[in-house]
């Protein structure tokens, strides 16, 4: 027991090392700042926080600065900052303010979509450009039992994981592309042997697994995302009217392809990348090396002055 509160106080350190809270019109912010401007904006996916900001050190080699934020109900962003989208998209905007920030990319992912469109819409004269990235974009029911969320999130089955993965690589990475992706048996083996066989990817997916928080830090957001996932009736993907970049796996088994084909229909002038067999992780999916490319191209147009 002492060892594992040990283990807890070392990562609240790191985490609390990596970031900043700031108080905003809209209340108390955390969040992580890397590099200069010009800025992107990471909006984090269910469950985050601003430990996910990793995911763009590709932005970063590529002389972008990035803001990543805790979306509020994660680590040390209350949830009363912004517990609807709407909210959290002017959070966001209180943010930049706080941060002296004027214009920005904004890079969404997964469960932060729904707020990334919200800030597009409600505060165009803040955003260049807009990246969605396997991004809900609509009514989002997962089905998934209280009993298998406890289960997934519990600190037993989170050291398990990385255990697994440390020894076993090949059968963690089964695991995890049997529940996050729709790929066939072959397909999922092909995908394995890939991410074991490329050092860049397997590191990505260690980093991606060692940065999970402790459940209880992410709780509260977490519950409130679900119940605003399920709550959506229409987010105002026509309003946006920056360039847009939509990007989503075909195999997404977390998010399905679906709603990435809904936002780049229904956004003005979006441009679809499909990455054919891509599942939930595009990092380290087929495809990864041109989406990736394709994101730099992309921001270097709208976002550099």
């Not at 994660?74 to 002296?100: H, K, M």
């Not at 600190?155 to 697994?164: E, Y």
């Not at 970049?245 to 002038?269: K, N, Q, W, Y």
């Amino acid at each position: 027991m002492a060892f594992g509160n040990q283990n807890r106080r070392a990562k609240l350190e790191e985490l609390n090392a990596a970031s900043q809270v700031v108080e905003t019109a809209r209340g108390p912010i955390e969040f992580a700042r890397r590099g200069s401007a010009p800025y992107v904006v990471i909006l984090h996916g269910t469950p985050g926080g601003h430990n996910q900001g990793f995911i763009g050190a590709p932005l970063e080699e590529a002389g972008f600065g990035t803001i990543t934020p805790s979306r509020p109900g994660y680590l040390r962003t209350p949830l009363e900052t912004g517990r609807t989208f709407e909210e959290q998209a002017d959070a966001v905007a209180a943010l930049l303010d706080a941060s002296e920030v004027d214009r920005v990319a904004v890079y969404a992912i997964s469960g932060g979509g729904p707020s990334a469109i919200q800030f597009a819409a409600r505060h165009p004269d803040r955003v260049r450009a807009l990246i969605l990235e396997v991004a809900v974009s609509k009514t989002y029911k997962p089905d998934v039992s209280a009993r298998t969320i406890a289960f997934f999130t519990s600190p037993i089955f989170t050291w398990f994981q990385g255990q697994l993965l440390k020894r076993f690589p090949r059968l963690a990475l089964g695991q995890m592309l049997k529940i996050e992706s729709t790929l066939t048996g072959e397909d999922r083996a092909r995908v394995t042997a890939n991410i074991v066989g490329t050092p860049e990817k397997l590191e990505f997916i260690h980093r991606f697994m060692e940065s999970v928080p402790p459940f209880d830090l992410l709780r509260a957001g977490f519950d409130n995302d679900l119940e605003q996932f399920r709550a959506i009736e229409g987010l105002p993907l026509e309003e946006i009217r920056c360039p847009t970049l939509v990007a989503h796996g075909t195999h997404d088994g977390d998010v399905p392809f679906e709603h990435g084909e809904t936002s780049a229909r229904e956004i003005p002038g979006a441009a679809l990348h499909r990455v054919e067999k891509g599942w939930h992780l595009l990092a380290v999916s087929d495809g990864a090396d041109d989406y990736q490319r394709a994101q730099v191209v992309f921001l270097r147009k709208h976002l550099v002055e």
